[in-house]
């Protein structure tokens, strides 16, 4: 079995209308790990010994997210900022994160077409995630296409928040069973739960 762990962030859970689903159906499959970053570390004290342990444990690391502002809520950056420490993450001898996978899972306001370059966003989301992607790979992991929610603030009326957090969790667990096709993984900008690169079950 694969170890996955979701780090979760997200400052206004209270009025989420998808991450706060999709925090609880990650929080519901056996095997993975849930961390909630805004609800363990309110005064960002965030504990680099306990983070770092629970990045050597587990071989899939996922942050989950709503976009804000082209980027992650700012906890995630606090985390980033001292737990990808040099010597561990990054540098010499900085190697412990060498061969694990990073993925994120993100949500955002902007249609799909808004996030084209001809749209009003101007750039892919896939774009605006390079500092994620790069981070990722300088620690010599390997960065898996962001499972993505376009258009969120309209899911429900939409309809899109159930499918969204059922892709979710089958995508989890498709991470810790193997089941992930990381060949068709990699030819897509991003993953959206109408189109799961998931292998079948055994
Ligand atoms: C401070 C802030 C900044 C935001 N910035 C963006 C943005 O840059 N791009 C975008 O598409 N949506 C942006 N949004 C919209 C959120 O991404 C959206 O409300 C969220 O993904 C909806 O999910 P939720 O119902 O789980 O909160 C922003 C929202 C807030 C509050």
């Given at each position: 079995?694969?170890?996955?762990i979701?780090y979760?962030a997200?400052?206004?859970?209270?009025?989420?209308?998808?991450?706060?689903?999709?925090?609880?159906?990650?929080?519901?499959?056996?095997?993975?790990t849930?961390v909630?970053l805004?609800?363990d570390y309110?005064?960002f004290d965030i504990d680099v010994n306990v983070e770092q342990q629970r990045l050597l444990d587990h071989?899939?690391i996922v942050f989950?997210?709503?976009?804000?502002?082209?980027?992650t809520?700012s906890i995630i950056k606090e985390w980033q900022d001292l737990v990808l420490e040099h010597g561990f993450a990054y540098g010499?001898?900085g190697?412990k994160l060498?061969?694990k996978?990073f993925?994120?899972?993100?949500?955002?306001?902007?249609?799909?077409?808004?996030?084209?370059?001809?749209?009003?966003?101007?750039?892919?989301?896939?774009?605006?995630?390079?500092?994620l992607?790069?981070t990722a790979?300088l620690c010599?992991m390997?960065?898996?296409?962001?499972?993505?929610?376009?258009?969120?603030?309209?899911?429900?009326?939409?309809?899109?928040?159930?499918?969204?957090?059922?892709?979710?969790?089958?995508?989890?667990?498709?991470?810790?069973?193997?089941?992930?096709?990381?060949?068709?993984?990699?030819?897509?900008?991003?993953?959206?739960?109408?189109?799961?690169?998931?292998?079948?079950?055994?």
């Amino acid at each position: 079995m694969t170890k996955v762990i979701v780090y979760y962030a997200h400052p206004g859970h209270k009025h989420s209308h998808v991450n706060r689903y999709m925090a609880r159906a990650a929080a519901a499959v056996e095997g993975v790990t849930y961390v909630d970053l805004y609800h363990d570390y309110p005064r960002f004290d965030i504990d680099v010994n306990v983070e770092q342990q629970r990045l050597l444990d587990h071989d899939v690391i996922v942050f989950q997210f709503p976009f804000f502002w082209y980027s992650t809520p700012s906890i995630i950056k606090e985390w980033q900022d001292l737990v990808l420490e040099h010597g561990f993450a990054y540098g010499h001898e900085g190697d412990k994160l060498a061969g694990k996978r990073f993925m994120v899972a993100v949500t955002g306001a902007g249609p799909s077409d808004a996030y084209t370059h001809e749209g009003y966003q101007h750039f892919p989301i896939r774009t605006f995630l390079t500092p994620l992607e790069q981070t990722a790979r300088l620690c010599k992991m390997q960065f898996l296409a962001p499972y993505v929610l376009y258009g969120a603030l309209r899911a429900p009326e939409d309809g899109l928040v159930e499918p969204h957090v059922d892709g979710y969790q089958q995508l989890l667990k498709a991470l810790r069973d193997d089941r992930y096709d990381l060949t068709a993984a990699e030819k897509m900008d991003v993953v959206t739960f109408d189109k799961l690169p998931l292998r079948k079950e055994a």
